[in-house]
């Protein structure tokens, strides 16, 4: 039930296309979705995050869609460029039974934008 | 400048020979966490501290120890790796307890032969 699903693993979208990657979760209880941004040899960083309660938020060229009924989100990246190349995470943030708040991280997607 | 540092990058070392991975942040951070990242599976805590010796488990904890003596370092400490524990590992830190804004390190690329 903490897991959150993502997909596609990897994807390759021309310079000036869309790119779409999507995650999905079971827990209900989950308080706030965040991507990461992973470029090689880095560590992830924050992108954009979604509360549950909006159902999109846009940043730049980057927005986060979500549909809680069915439990999804997505991340959009609207024209993309050779610089967005880079390994996406999408993840949830949830409160664990010791009272903490803890991140659960989708499995990755490795986004290369071609020329 | 604001960062979350670890050392060594890369390690190489043989099953059973103790080693410690060093992470250290600069920006007061109360919240510490340790992940390591495996091809397919993501990103998986294995310790985290919500403050100065305070630790505890993450998801997957077998194999490993930290500490937290001093609000700015959390080593992370294998007494005696195996082959399954080559990964890459990540530290990161938040400023309040489990923020889901967290600042991840460079990494540690260990290999375990």
């Known amino acids: 039930q903490q897991q959150v699903k993502q997909s596609p693993q990897s994807l390759i979208v021309q310079k000036g296309g869309i790119s779409i990657i999507n995650c999905a979760y079971e827990?209900?209880?989950?308080?706030?979705f965040p991507w990461y941004q992973q470029f090689p040899g880095k560590g992830p960083a924050l992108l954009i995050a979604i509360r549950p309660d909006v159902s999109e938020k846009k940043e730049g060229r980057f927005t986060i869609s979500f549909n809680k009924s069915a439990k999804q989100f997505s991340l959009h990246i609207m024209d993309s460029q050779p610089g967005d190349s880079a390994t996406y995470f999408c993840?949830?943030?949830?409160?664990?039974?010791?009272?903490?708040?803890?991140?659960?991280f989708g499995t990755g997607t490795r986004l290369l934008v071609s020329p | 400048e604001a960062q979350v540092t670890q050392n060594p990058r890369y390690l190489i070392t043989v099953t059973g020979k103790k080693l410690t991975v060093t992470c250290s942040q600069n920006?007061?951070?109360?919240?510490m966490s340790w992940y390591r990242q495996d091809p397919g599976l993501g990103l998986r805590q294995i310790y985290y501290s919500m403050n100065v010796e305070v630790t505890d488990k993450g998801d997957v904890p077998e194999g490993y120890k930290v500490s937290r003596k001093e609000k700015r370092n959390f080593p992370l400490i294998l007494e005696s790796p195996s082959p399954n524990q080559t990964s890459l590992y990540f530290c990161?830190?938040?400023?309040?307890?489990?923020?889901?804004?967290?600042?991840f390190g460079p990494g540690t690329r260990l290999t375990v032969t």
């Open positions: 993840a949830a943030s949830l409160y664990g039974t010791t009272g903490f708040q803890k991140l659960v």
């Open positions: 990161a830190s938040s400023l309040i307890m489990g923020s889901y804004e967290q600042y």
């Open positions: 827990n209900t209880a989950f308080d706030y």
């Open positions: 920006m007061n951070h109360e919240y």
